[in-house]
């Protein structure tokens, strides 16, 4: 997960965990993630947390816990001041920014799954990120070959220790508190190469990732305003384009990345991120008022 570097402590988690919680404490916690996320966004969080009995299952690990997640406070609340939170845990981050009580921040975002698709007990059947997975491949199979070739990613330069059957086996930007630049030099195929029927599906499942959060939140932020740049809107693949192969994309824009990895497991365990080149943890928010009001 998602640490800024002034919080960590011998790598491990900070914050709070629900283990160490009174039952109201807990139902507190659990619902601080609603007021940022949107319904979906929230079912997918709590999926994700119930994902923890299936490992617990397969597994039988004593950490395989859908109450082992983590509160962190960052500043004083105050409904008109500058302040943040995080709940995180196994495969999931939700990290908000607060700048003087109307501005946000919802960078980094991680939310991952294994199994991606549950193959026995009560949930068979459940794809937690189905969507993120279904609309890139229906994407990536629209593509004609001069458009698949400049969407594909060129791994033959990249560390072997990044790929995984000369797939990219993770997301590139790992849990880094800002995001390397260097580690995506290839953009693939801008949005204004696709035809309009290929330019819906791209943000349609951009809009997956968006859609996350509550709309209100996202009002005003840069990401809206990026999303028809066709100079500047990219998408690039790695990998086969059936379920069951290793796969890997990643969308950008001048101010976000979307990146998305499905290699482990037999291509059944996703990892997916939302970041900010500028802005994770509302960097670029925090700099602007403390321009403003203190003159930093």
């Given at each position: 997960a998602f640490i800024p570097d002034f919080a960590i402590k011998d790598d491990k988690r900070t914050g709070v965990p629900m283990t160490k919680m009174t039952p109201q404490q807990q139902i507190f916690a659990v619902t601080l993630p609603a007021t940022a996320l949107s319904h979906r966004g929230f079912l997918e969080m709590n999926s994700i947390?119930?994902?923890?009995?299936?490992?617990?299952?397969?597994?039988g690990k004593d950490y395989?816990?859908?109450?082992?997640?983590?509160?962190?406070?960052?500043?004083?609340?105050?409904?008109?001041?500058?302040?943040g939170w995080r709940f995180e845990g196994h495969h999931l981050s939700v990290n908000v920014t607060i700048v003087d009580g109307k501005k946000f921040s919802v960078t980094p975002s991680f939310f991952g799954s294994n199994?991606?698709?549950?193959?026995?007990?009560?949930?068979?059947?459940?794809?937690?990120?189905?969507?993120?997975?279904?609309?890139?491949?229906?994407?990536?199979?629209?593509?004609?070959?001069?458009?698949?070739a400049i969407a594909t990613i060129d791994t033959s330069d990249l560390d072997k220790k990044l790929l995984a059957k000369s797939v990219i086996k993770e997301v590139l930007t790992t849990d880094d508190p800002v995001v390397d630049k260097g580690m995506i030099q290839h953009k693939g195929i801008q949005y204004a190469d696709l035809d309009p029927k290929q330019q819906k599906m791209l943000l349609r499942l951009v809009n997956t990732y968006l859609g996350r959060f509550r709309p209100e939140l996202l009002k005003g932020?840069?990401?809206?305003?990026?999303?028809?740049?066709?100079?500047?809107?990219?998408?690039?693949?790695?990998?086969?384009?059936k379920r069951g192969e290793f796969h890997y994309y990643r969308i950008q824009s001048k101010v976000f990345l979307i990146e998305f990895a499905n290699t482990q497991n037999d291509a059944n365990h996703v990892h997916a991120v939302f970041r900010e080149f500028e802005g994770d943890f509302g960097r670029d928010l925090l700099k602007e008022h403390f321009t403003k009001h203190h003159g930093q």
């Open positions: 947390r119930a994902l923890e009995h299936v490992l617990f299952e397969l597994e395989r816990n859908p109450e082992l997640y983590y509160v962190s406070i960052f500043g004083k609340p105050d409904p008109k001041g500058t302040w199994p991606a698709t549950v193959k026995q007990g009560p949930l068979k059947g459940v794809e937690v990120l189905k969507e993120e997975q279904q609309l890139a491949l229906n994407l990536v199979k629209s593509f004609n070959p001069d458009q698949l932020t840069r990401y809206l305003g990026n999303l028809r740049d066709g100079d500047h809107l990219y998408f690039a693949w790695s990998g086969g384009q």
